[in-house]
């Protein structure tokens, strides 16, 4: 099974943007250790990157035709992108929303996520472990739909 991992706008500069919020380590070395647990799982990940809000929907658009599900962490375009939202309820496979800092302990735009209600559900506040909890709850998803 392919699971799509889709990273936001800044995401990029993980490793050297705002360490004490987002960790010293960067996305490729996030990703390269995504894809170890999700081999273990039985599973095969595709990654993604863009700033671009157009270029992610086209990614999620893409992902509808062979993945079983997506883990996204839409950086600030969460709190703010209808376009995205409407990109998620279109696609119609499952994705889990995830956010490295806790997004309901920092400033007050952040406590409202606009993509949330279209998402599976939500993983904030856990670091570089919030995607792998992604993982684990889409593995539960597929196994209760078996
Ligand atoms: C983030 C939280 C967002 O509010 C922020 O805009 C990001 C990263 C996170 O992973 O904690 O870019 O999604």
Redesign the pocket.
Known sequence: MRIMVIN????NLLGEREPAV?GGETLQSLNMQLSEKAAGMGYDLEFFQSNSEGEIIDRLHEARLDCSGVIL????Y??YSYALRDAISAVRIPVVE????N?DS?EDF?RNSVIAPVCLGSI?GFGKYSYALALIALDYYFGEKK
């Not at 962490?73 to 600030?76: I, M, R």
Request: no cysteine; glycine share 10%.
């Open positions: 936001g706008p800044n995401l987002y962490n839409a950086g600030a969460t709190h995830v956010h490295i800092s997004v920092r952040r904030s």
